[in-house]
């Protein structure tokens, strides 16, 4: 069980005042008074700590200080809903105007478009306007011509049309307007012509983020030539491979074999996230075990840091950074070791940053999965006493974290891969093994390239192996489970009782059955409103095949 420390505490008042932001609109109008009341009272209390009762003095203490933190995610919540008057997403044009900004970001390139992001700066040319925001650009036509210019940090002027990101369609559908807002961008444009984007200057070379970037591309080289194609040319499967496991990558691996991974359930190895990050970590640890602990920490934090940067500082990697490094940090000061507390911790820093990131899939799925096994692998240890002890976390993290992910991946996939625990069993400590060759063999590839053919040939068979038990799970019958609108109180229901079942050793036994009756009538009652009910006769819908205009019949139900 998880135990509230003060921040894990903080971090739960926030995140509720961002929900309750998020879904009673009239909260927003009145968030700055409602802290201020709450605030001025909560000092009030605290001055009047001696003149009253201690327990009601404590109660009312707690109160308002509780409310205090609740009104805080609420002002913070409307802060970021509400635009500046100069944002970009202001100036939606359906003819073409020039604008002028800044790269942000890594671009993203496919084989027939690259995909970046654009701090605005200013808008026309013979009338200037300021204007603040960012904008996603979608480039489509020949990359080649424009590689030099759609560069990170580089100035640049494009000429397109503003849009707004278009809204959910079918039910179900994930919104691509609500997917850009928690990443603050809520304009976008697409350009087709090469001679629409111009350079007006190039990035500084010393920038923390580009020198990160340039890393980035170095390594990328580095894998290509240490695992080459047929004819010994730069690139290959493995190699494609090889960055999505290491940087996140996945453009150039076929989409078919990307499918595959969805399906069986390991689709997250190929996305940066927590896993990458715990990698490195212990990578660090491995490679600075020489030197004693405290100096040894101390150059985990900024190997931790430049991976992050490195692979764009996304939700999941900046929160798993945040709790590497705070893991680090205290044993360079000699503190204890929460790991709710550096959850916590990564969490607020997100939530303060931009709340919107609360209602996306990344953060939910992010942080409930590591919240899910911080809580439930103390107790899978327990109910798995008759395996040796070394053996339990193999089977304990992978089943806690299956269990967290599951009810979330149904809702916003639509599916659930019923093999995702055994695949994981297997492919997770490969991946491991394929991800520690590939960056030791990337290091030594920095001082000499023939050191990362050295150390990275066997990968070249432990790659195809990768492939080989993919394939081989996703050809077992009832791989993935395909699920249509999954209801929300589904989710909230499956983490109560995963939640619940982490507290139910702390309580007395003579109540255990009393909660536990409670509980079935519960579900009991709720199941059967849900029971399926007689199907409605069809729907059914007669195109005379005559000319357009003519009737058309309709028969429904009665």
Sequence with gaps: MIKLYPLVKITLLFIAGLVLAKYIPFLNENAFDLGAISLALTLAIYLLWRKLPRRAIRCLFLFWLGLSFISAGIFRCSMASRLSPHDISRFISNNPVMIT??????????????RFDLRCRQLGTDTIVPVTGLLQVVFHGQVKEIETIVRCGNRIRIRSRITIPRERGNPGERSERDILASRSIHARSKIYQPGAITLIEEAKPWSLFCLALDLKHRLQVIIRSSLPGPRNHPGSLQSALLEALMLGERSAIPYEIKEKFRAVGVIHVLVVSGLHVGFIWLLGNFIFSPLPLRRRHALIIPLVVGYVLMTGASTATVRAGVMACAYSLAYLLNQPRKAATALAAAALALLLYNPLNLFGAGFQLSFLIVFTMITLVPILDRWLRILPGRLRPFLSVPLAAQLGALPLIAYYFHFISLLALPANLLVVPLVGLIVSLGFTSSLFGL??????????????????LLLKLVGWFSHLPGTALQVGSFPVLWIFIWYLILFGLATLRYLPRRRLPVIGGIALLLLAGWGVRHLPQPPDPPLSVVFFNTRSGDPTLLREAG
């Design 101 to 114: 900004g800044t790269i942000r970001g890594d671009p993203v390139y496919r084989r027939h478009s690259v």
């Design 447 to 464: 001082i000499a390239e023939p050191l990362a053919w050295l150390i990275n040939y066997p990968n070249r068979y432990l790659i195809l």
